[in-house]
């Protein structure tokens, strides 16, 4: 009886525990990322600089689409990761998201520009088309086809966790 | 078998008894009273009674939103299947067109009759104010 | 430049914190050790301490060249907001977690004597649990993190929901609560450690659970009082996960309490005790878990991360295994030999830690059996307030109907029933009188609610007479348990009348409309726009009158703040002794009209002043001069 009750009181919190292990490290351990893919929606909208963008354009091998705007404090955050992805020479085209496009042009200019350039949606519509909730969110963009995609903050453990198995696979960059 | 030994045996089996009928009575009311969680898609994929309560999740389809009386109706979709909803009373002030929402009721020839919306609450993931615009 | 000072002052501490720890487990207990520990612990917090306050000071002074203040305060907002923002978030809210753990020790530290046998073990296993915490802190949410060589102008401004005076002391309370059982846990380990029987461990930390199972009690309250105003759909307890691991202390540690009482009266229970000074102290670590990886979707949940996840379950798990297992290898010694007698005190309070028990396993099972269906069968699932009513419900009526028994019986003797006394034969009648009234006034068809009233009043008419034959024939009863418990008789009462005789309806009224809803008339008299500092408004203005002449004016209103667009919502509500007039106000439609909800909440206010009741309660005992001991 004792023996059962010492058994007992050991092993069911660390079955609680055991149980809480396996479902942390689940394989969808990256709750903001999914793979589907998904052919890159129809568009036509003005780059911040004024001109005129379609999605024809965006006719890369591969690239990174990368959500953000200036009001995005993560955005800020996630910044510098960028500054040092476009170092490393990954194209990375901006989707600037429901923002004056002065304020999102300042914020450029006052921190640096890792993009190639910038989509204004000041809408949002397009960001619609691509299932963005907030911001920032990042794409992965190969042949006009989206094959990965973060929703939160890009740091050097979501790249390697998230983009770079696919990145491998795909011989891309 | 002396005395003491037999009564021993008697407690455990008693005290396992008493924790297993236990067990079960939770186990078989939580059974009961549980409510499951389906995006639209998922929900054309199998049959659900009417006296099931459930929950769906999804988005608002944008332009669905419409009000008579104190009865509000909108489209819940994931973008690929979407349902129908209808709801009394207020909903809560993150709901919108676009937006997340959860609405727990129960599914009635197609048509949803919820008892309760909830709409997605993020603390750092919020878009900005420019895209509310006032319905009024 | 001072977010550099603060950083490094908490490196600091975690170092003297890890010092005092180290000593107190390895170096053999002296005069000399202990006073070094002791001493090592209070410059350890005070260290702490100067980090957090620059931290304060930082927030306040809107620095947002600090990430965390950046991306959770703003500058237009009051004072006050801009330092609760600190604990709006994970970081920060961890990082006044922690504070608190250590304060908890550092008034421990100064109250109890040197020459206590266990108490520098005790500072020492607190300071273990503390660097725990904190290099968690440090290397897995860094707070201390900044944004340079350029800080953004201003920061991203924290939820207009979370803007509010009762939260910004709601989540301070909770973790003053959470982390005060830090204490008697580490007592209990040390206790363990050291293996003496002789050691009263359990006298040493009665009032130090009381005063956390206050400040817990306390939190509770504010948060469900908070939800009830701000949230707008009326109810004051939701069942979410996050309000569950809350619960779950809570139901530990009132089991504790109990416990504790017995240990210290007649050294039974002293297993059970034990054993409960270690859950609710697991339970708190686990709600902090829960909160904090995300492995939970709820309102109140921070972002997620699951190294935070993962860092956080394996110190947990080393705290609650190792005290597991130096309470199974010193079971047999603290163990009692002496049988509990049939029907005495102690016999009815370990039925009663028999159903807390249960309480907790079940909202455990609530918590967890989503996240285990959707591993398992990749399906999502939630448990909602129908499988907590049908748990609780029966459980609490027969624990009470236990309680109602316990009144009469003694401490270490056995009890013989004598039904057939007058308080017990006058206080039945009366509580069934009471509750067929309530029958047939109402007509509560509910056989659950009918039981739980009866129950109710019976727990308060009984206690009335035990306090009438304190006064007149000077029998000792102890007032401390006879308010509680005439609380929870209040309580119940309260939340059953509550559940059957509240009623809502939306309407759609025009202005200068009249509808009318039970006993309300309601007149729409205008809407006004207005504008405030950060935030316009829409707000209505509607006259209410009830039959028996009373009229008043509600005016709900609607709040667009700028720096998010969010909208919320402001309820208005006529609060009465006996319900509240409780009313939202929805969208425009399109022939004009507003959808107005209106809520009519009986007895709402009780359930809290029950709740603030059992901490008077509380109180009163930690200020009593008499010992709690024969």
Redesign the interface.
Known sequence: ??L?F?FF??IT??LF?F????????DN????ADYDTQNFPIFELETLSGKKIVNTNINDKALLLNVW?S?C??C??EHSYLMYLNKQGIPILGLN????KEDAINWLK??GNPYKDNIHD???SLA?DL?V???PETFLIINGQVVAHY??EVNE?IWNDVFLPIIDEKRIF | MNLTRKRRIYNILLVLLFSISGIFMILYSLNTNLDYFFTPSELMKREISSNKRIKIGGMVLSGSVKRQGSVISFVITDYENSIDVIYEGIVPDLFKEDSGVVALGYLQNDIFEAEEVLAKHDENYMPPSIEIKNDN | MIIEISHFFTILATGLFLLSGIFAVSIKNTEYVSNLISRTYTHAFLFLLISFSLYVWLAATDNFSVLYIASHSNSDLPIFYKISSIWSAHEGSMFLWIVFLALWGYLFNFNITQANPIKSLAIGIMSLIIVGFLLFLLLTSNPFQTILPIPPSNGADINPVLQDPALVIHPPTLYLGYVGFGIPFACALAFLIRGNTEIEWELMVQKWSVVAWIFLTIGITLGSWWAYYELGWGGYWFWDPVENVALMPWLAATAFIHSLSVSIKSKRLRVWTLLLSILVFSLSLFGAFIVRSGIIDSVHSFANDPERGLYLLGFISVIIITSLVLFVIRFSKIQSMIRIKRFSKESFISINNIFFGVLVFSVMLGVIYPLIYEYLFNQKISVGAPFYTAIFSPIVLVACIFLIFSIDSKWSREFKFNLMNLPIIFSTTLSIFITFVFIFLYEIDDIYINLLIFVGFLIIFRYIFEIYKLISAKKYINPFSAMAHMALGLLLISISLNSVLSSERAMSIKIDETESYKDLTIYFQNINLSEAYNYDSIEADLLVQTTNGESFLLSPEKRRYFTRGQITTETAIHASLLRDIYMTIGDQLDDGSWVVNIQINYLIRWIWFSAILMCMAGIMLIFSKKRLRR
């Open positions: 009886m004792k059962l010492k009181i050991l919190p660390i525990l149980m809480f292990y396996l479902l942390l490290t689940e351990s990256y709750p903001g705007a009001w404090i993560t800020r955050v998201y429901k923002d004056e006052k921190y000041y809408k949002g619609l299932g909730t907030g911001a929703q939160g453990t």
